[in-house]
Every structure is written in structure tokens, then in C-alpha cells.
């Protein structure tokens, strides 16, 4: 079974306009961390958040904001007034501990984003 | 910092031919690791290493060699390169056990691998 679903494969919005990436998690743990990712087209893999499990506070960061919700084991991702600076695939992903206190990642498969001037 | 560096960031390979996929990082990050990235499937881990002289398995781990021997270098080998090994190869590294958001994982740029 997938640990992280990511269901929208692509979406396409319109600059200016807001957007919701949808992730949903599946874990047993109960200490675990998530994350999300941005891969713009050239491709590296940049960090854009870290959330543990103990802390459901929403997060805002500029137009970007998160919701993490234990209840519904989801962490959405808003960004609000989209920009085409922002398209991109973005990953969310879990961690969990494994051997050696390593935190494995699981990735889900990627929203990509397409924001049409 | 130069962060996390790969090289090359293209290889074409052909069936059976070995290559070793190189690695570096510079700030001094306990933890590095190696992930695949194919279509639809997201990144999934390789191998990984906790340190120099410990590595392990991850979920895809068959066909690939690692070793960690420094800090610094975590070079990713494949013995007999295969066309299910096309993909795009991501290294990472995080802080360590002894250092708050240990797990947060920076990644290099990434390898493009094609095996015909």
C-alpha cells in the first residue's frame, strides 16, 4: 500500500489564482515527520517544509501555506495567488525511523503544477 | 557550501556496461543517501549510510553497490547496468542523529541514466 498518496496527478490553474495540493499519509508510528518538496522543470529537489507529528499548528510562509490534519492523516499544501514561478511537481513525503535512527522517506507520486500566465 | 554535488549529470550506458555515480557533499551531514526517481512512482531509496564504514538497504537496492569510506563522498555503483535502471538518480544528505531536524534531506541535482 502506498504511504503517501498524492491523487492529483497534474492540475492547471490560471495565474493569480489559488491552488491546493492534495497528500495523504499512512504510518503507524507515532512520532513521524513530513515534508514537502518542489521540483521545478530544471529538476533539482528543493525543500520547502518539515513538520513533526506533535505539531499540528498550520503553517503560513508567504503564499504558501500548510495543513496538517492527524484526523484525516493529511498535509495539504495552498499556495495562494498563484504565480508561474510556481509550476512545478511537488512531492510530499514521510519519514519514519528505520535501523541506525535513519528516517527512511517515502515519497508520494507528485502533483504537477501548471500556472498559465 | 557547494551542498550536495553529483556527477555526471548525464550517462548513457549500454546493457551490461558498469559505471559508478558519484556523490559529494560538504557539510559535514552524518546521514547520505540514494534515491531513484522514475515516472509516477515518486523517489524511492536505494541504499543508504548512517556514517563512514555503515550503509544498508533500502526498498530497490538490487543491482546496486555502495560504500561510504569518508564523510564527504557516497559513490553509487552499478555492477551490470541494465535498461530497468533508467531513471534519475538523487543523492542526499541530512545532519545526523545528534542535531535537531536530523532527517531533513538536501538533495543533489540528480544523474540522468539511460541504459539502451
Known amino acids: 500500500a502506498q504511504k503517501v498518496t498524492q491523487a492529483q496527478t497534474e492540475i492547471s490553474v490560471v495565474e493569480k489564482e489559488d491552488v491546493t495540493l492534495d497528500c495523504v499519509y499512512e504510518?503507524?508510528?507515532?512520532?513521524?515527520?513530513l515534508f514537502w518538496y518542489k521540483q521545478p522543470p530544471s529538476g533539482e529537489l528543493v525543500f520547502l517544509i518539515r513538520r513533526n507529528s506533535f505539531d499540528e499548528q498550520n503553517e503560513i510562509s508567504g503564499r504558501y501555506s500548510w495543513n496538517f490534519q492527524k484526523s484525516t492523516s493529511s498535509f495539504n499544501f495552498t499556495i495562494t495567488a498563484s504565480q508561474v514561478v510556481d509550476s512545478a511537481v511537488y512531492f510530499c513525503a514521510l519519514s519514519e525511523m528505520m535501523g541506525y535512527n535513519f528516517n527512511k522517506f517515502y515519497f508520494g507520486s507528485g502533483t504537477k503544477l501548471n500556472v498559465k500566465p | 557550501n557547494a551542498g550536495v554535488t553529483q556527477t555526471p549529470k548525464f550517462q548513457v550506458l549500454k546493457t551490461g556496461q558498469s559505471m559508478t555515480l558519484q556523490c559529494a557533499q560538504d557539510?559535514?551531514?552524518?546521514?547520505m543517501s540514494w534515491y531513484r526517481q522514475d515516472p509516477g512512482m515518486g523517489l524511492r531509496l536505494i541504499h543508504y549510510?548512517?556514517?563512514?564504514?555503515?550503509?544498508d538497504q533500502g526498498e530497490v537496492p538490487n543491482g546496486y553497490n555502495v560504500s561510504r569510506s569518508t564523510t564527504e563522498d557516497f559513490p553509487l555503483r552499478l555492477l551490470s547496468a541494465a535498461p530497468s535502471q533508467t531513471s534519475v538518480y538523487f543523492c542526499?544528505?541530512?545532519?545526523?542523529?545528534?542535531?535537531?531536524?536530523?532527517?531533513?534531506?538536501?538533495f543533489g541535482p540528480g544523474t540522468r541514466l539511460t541504459v539502451l
Open positions: 504510518t503507524r508510528d507515532t512520532t513521524y515527520y
Open positions: 542526499a544528505s541530512s545532519l545526523g542523529p545528534s542535531q535537531e531536524s536530523t532527517d531533513t534531506q538536501y
Open positions: 549510510s548512517v556514517g563512514a564504514g555503515i550503509t
Open positions: 557539510m559535514n551531514h552524518e546521514y
